[in-house]
């Protein structure tokens, strides 16, 4: 089993240190943060520092996971690039083409494919980490036109340890899909929140279920959701401006004939859609690694919302949703 | 104590037949629907037809309870004003502008105070009703320039008797507040359905807890969310103008700077202001309802985020939110 270098030891790095090791793995991190450090020192984790523990990672070949806040990326393969130029490497940021651009600029000649696990809790740091903090979650690995199938693999085969299941896609449409699902419900929370606020005590007396669902994530860190959304500008803006189309034909439609039926209706199909894919039934499948185009047959199984579940030679085996009636 | 006639068995009229039974009321109900009907017998309540209910509530001057789907309540008000057109009356209608119109109309001597409990769940109908549904719930008690207090007292009393505390407000207070943090809510929530399920497989795929709450409420009945946002236009329709406003900002910023700090800071504080008012501690405090204007001392109440917690002859005793430092 490969080796695996962790760089960043917060709730994501911590929890990957912790389930790869639980995976048999040959572990080891680094952290920028001393609490982080110490609490993974204090548990028996290796530890080291940023330069010794990328020295290994080049020595052993292992696979090396960025797993630090987007600000801090470009700095962390700088070091990548002079200390462990040509290992494997994966990362567990929340957006993809910021990575990928970094990669390129900073470790062009890395084996590198982008990674996303879709998991968290609203804690942080090593203390919030646990070694099951991925099981059956969806961990995208990219899967782009550039991306080599041992790279690939190398990074699956990590969220498999982990637990998770691999969603294989493009940098492109990953971004377009988390702003999707992820960053427009937390600026549409914060409008809600403002909104709400602005009511004064009266109306947040009267707050109950519906709006403290739909604020809930605006209780978050605010420089953790900064980070997420400022760092997926692009495919946040197309989805905002989705937001507002709708919002706007909304507002049209109450203002000229009172009728929210158009606006209603098509959120209640998408959330049943959502539920329809929560509860589907999975279809096994395989996909053949050694066919003319295994990256194109990968990215098919994350367009139809899939996922890998494991490898058997130069095999995929993978888990299709099959929606009931 | 006062008989409840109670006009519509569904979840939240049968819920209040329950409670006003437990509380030991003499109380009656009657339903369009035959099935809240054959259920509320079936349990031992008494159920009669329309016309013979609102006559019974005549004779008995009993506090008539209009529990039915706004776009019900006009053929409701004919009925008492044919029939008990002199009575004590309250509703539990989701908006008060559209009721108190249709009271003003067709029972215009009716001794009205419209009412709204705070409670719910996604399950309708009789069978989902419980005597416990609005327990430690806010309930609304309009209390209009052209509200009599024994009016505004009986439905208090009511309320308060169903484990309620009692908010009481004007009628525009009330719809602008319930547009802010309850219609625009739905409103956001289908938006985001939408939105992401425009994303495909994919992006539902990868959808989790952020998706999931924004759009939990995306889920009610559509007929039912319409008959509310819809009931509710002209309030709504400042609440979706608001939220607009601060939509297109944030499309702005990440424009032209692509920073969000001001939605997501001003967001997180409308939530954090939500949560202190959630775990506010409570002074307890008296209003003397002999003073020159009580209802307006009780709008101050409602205004502050307070509820009116019980009666003790012509004292209301209140309680209000002290928000920790």
Redesign the interface.
């Known amino acids: 089993m490969r080796s695996v270098c962790v760089v960043g030891l917060g709730l994501i790095g911590g929890s990957v240190l912790r389930a790869a090791v639980a995976a048999g793995r040959d572990v080891w991190g680094t952290a920028g943060s001393s609490a982080d450090a110490q609490g993974a020192i204090a548990e028996g984790f290796t530890v080291l520092d940023v330069d010794a523990a990328l020295r290994r990672a080049a020595e052993q070949d292992a696979l090396v996971v960025v797993a630090v806040p987007l600000p801090a990326v470009d700095a962390v393969l700088r070091k990548v690039g002079d200390l462990a130029p040509e290992n494997l490497l994966t990362d567990v940021v929340s957006v993809k083409g910021p990575v990928a651009d970094a990669v390129a600029k900073y470790a062009p000649s890395t084996r590198f494919a982008g990674g996303h696990p879709?998991?968290?809790k609203s804690e942080s740091g090593w203390q919030a980490s646990t070694s099951t903090l991925f099981t059956d979650?969806?961990w995208?690995v990219t899967a782009d036109e550039e991306t080599a199938l041992p790279a690939w693999r190398e990074a699956a085969q990590l969220a498999l340890d982990c637990g998770a299941g691999v969603?294989p896609?493009t940098t492109l449409?990953?971004d377009?899909?988390?702003a999707?699902?992820?960053h427009?419900?937390?600026?549409?929370?914060?409008?809600?929140?403002?909104?709400?606020?602005?009511?004064?005590?009266?109306?947040?007396?009267?707050?109950?279920?519906?709006?403290?669902?739909?604020?809930?994530?605006?209780?978050?860190r605010?420089e953790l959701?900064?980070a997420m959304?400022?760092g997926n500008?692009a495919a946040?803006?197309d989805?905002?401006?989705?937001?507002?189309g709708?919002?706007?034909a909304?507002?049209g439609a109450?203002?000229s004939t009172?009728?929210?039926?158009a606006?209603?209706?098509?959120?209640?199909?998408?959330?049943?859609?959502?539920?329809a894919?929560r509860s589907a039934g999975r279809a096994q499948a395989m996909v053949d690694l050694t066919g003319p185009d295994p990256m194109e047959e990968l990215r098919l199984v994350?367009?139809?919302?899939?996922?890998v579940v494991g490898f058997d030679g130069d095999l995929a085996a993978v888990a299709l949703?099959v929606l009931a009636d």
């Open positions: 879709m998991a968290g979650a969806a995208v969603v896609t449409e990953h377009a899909a988390v999707r699902i992820s427009l419900p937390h600026v549409l929370a914060a409008v809600l929140g403002a909104v709400g606020a602005d009511g004064g005590p009266l109306a947040l007396a009267l707050a109950a279920g519906s709006f403290s669902d739909g604020t809930r994530v605006a209780g978050s605010p959701v900064l959304c400022e500008r946040l803006l989805a905002v401006d989705e937001a507002l709708r919002l706007g909304a507002r109450l203002a009172g009728a929210l039926g606006t209603v209706q098509a959120g209640h199909a998408g959330r049943v859609t959502f539920d894919y994350g367009a139809r919302g899939g996922r949703p």
